[in-house]
């Protein structure tokens, strides 16, 4: 799994670790629970995790994936879902009986499509007509929004946190699965803690993937090393680990990044695992160069360590040459924790991905 290419997993086998995780999410699926959160930072594995659950569960769900939206216009999020549907209707034909009639939804041989000239389509007969089917067929069917902070940027009129709590309160034969990172997604996505959000007090099973401990780490990479034949140095894999800090997609990728190294001729040493690290810092650094100057600062002043809020409102005015107001900085601070790029704990502000830290301090010319 160390040496195997960048993308998520779906095999139980290919899974590294996670049975509590996957055990935990497969009760879940199985259960009652109507609204499961699968939250955890980037790269820690929550789409393998759950398509490993998903595969293993093997019965049929309705998966969209938020980061697809090419606009944050309903169009294109009815594209997503007649895609999510169509996925399932070539195996479960009679769930188009129950779709037909919907308003704003054309059937033509086994696939749907959103009419959109007319009428608006209506998602909460779709969900009837899907829950009705779910219902006769005696499933639960897990509809699934993978990477829903996405949904922050919507500016569609499908109210979609709206649609989730109807369907949880009224269609019993459907579930919903959501992931995204914490702060993204239960505080700023679906509001869940503010009374005024149409999710206030449902109940949610909240599924938390955490980063690998330093072991567990080691063992990954020396595990993936091994099944590529591959002998790497302990002091070697202890570098990696330093520099990954648990976090599995970057273990994954700079893993195959060194397989792939050796392959192409490359002798197994320090150098070489240098530079396979030095790739995964400079995807970020592409990353952390999107961003406004002011927020790569904020990056910049939190690479050697957690700040209070005077010591970093202090940073920014110094390289900044100007005065912040604590409102813009308060901004800043809650658009890098949105992307998961900063946490907090303690009233102190914190990276959480070292590479981060390395990537922004590259970052020069401001
Ligand atoms: N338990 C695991 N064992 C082996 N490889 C894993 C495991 N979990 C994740 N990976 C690998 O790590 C990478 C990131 O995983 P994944 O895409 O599932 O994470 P994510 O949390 O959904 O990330 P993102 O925030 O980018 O959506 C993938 O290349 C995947 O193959
Ligand atoms: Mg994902």
Redesign the pocket.
């Known amino acids: 799994?160390a040496c195997s290419p960048?993308?998520?997993?779906t095999k139980k086998e290919?899974?590294?670790?996670?049975e509590a995780e996957l055990a935990e999410l497969l009760e879940a699926l199985k259960g009652d629970s109507r609204l499961i959160l699968l939250v955890?930072m980037?790269?820690?594995?929550?789409?393998?995790l759950l398509k490993v659950a998903l595969n293993e569960l093997g019965r049929p769900h309705i998966y969209l994936d938020m980061r697809a939206l090419r606009s944050y216009a309903d169009v294109s999020f009815y594209e997503l879902l007649s895609d999510g549907i169509n996925e399932i209707l070539p195996l479960h034909k009679r769930l188009l009986d129950h779709l037909k009639n919907v308003r704003g939804v054309a059937v033509s041989g086994f696939t749907i499509s959103f009419d959109l000239k007319y009428s608006k389509p209506s998602i909460l007969q779709l969900l009837k007509g899907v829950n009705q089917w779910a219902k006769e067929e005696g499933l639960a069917l897990p509809i699934i929004f993978d990477?829903a902070q996405e949904l922050r940027y919507f500016r569609g009129r499908v109210d979609i946190a709206r649609l989730i709590a109807y369907s949880y309160d009224n269609l019993e034969n459907v579930k919903f699965i959501l992931t995204g990172s914490e702060v993204g997604l239960l505080y700023s996505t679906l509001n869940l803690f503010e009374s005024s959000s149409p999710l206030y007090g449902r109940h949610r099973k909240l599924i938390t993937l955490n980063r690998f401990d330093r072991d567990l780490s080691a063992k990954f990479l020396r595990e993936g090393f091994k099944q590529k034949g591959l002998q790497v140095d302990d002091t070697l894999i202890e570098y990696v680990v330093d520099k990954l800090d648990g976090i599995?997609?970057w273990l994954?990728y700079v893993g195959a990044e060194i397989v792939s190294r050796v392959k192409k001729g490359g002798k197994v040493g320090t150098e070489l695992v240098e530079r396979a690290v030095e790739e995964a810092v400079e995807l970020v650094e592409d990353e952390v160069k999107k961003l406004p100057k002011t927020h790569i600062m904020v990056l910049q002043c939190l690479a050697d360590g957690a700040k209070r809020w005077s010591e970093i409102k202090t940073y920014l005015t110094m390289r900044a040459g100007r005065t912040f107001a604590n409102p813009q900085l308060a901004n800043i601070l809650d658009r890098l924790m949105k992307l998961s790029m900063v946490g907090k704990e303690n009233d102190r502000y914190f990276l959480l991905d070292n590479l981060l830290g390395e990537a922004a301090r590259r970052v020069r010319g401001f």
């Open positions: 799994f960048p993308a998520p997993k290919d899974l590294f670790d996670r955890g980037r790269r820690v594995g929550k789409t393998s990477e599995v997609g994954a």
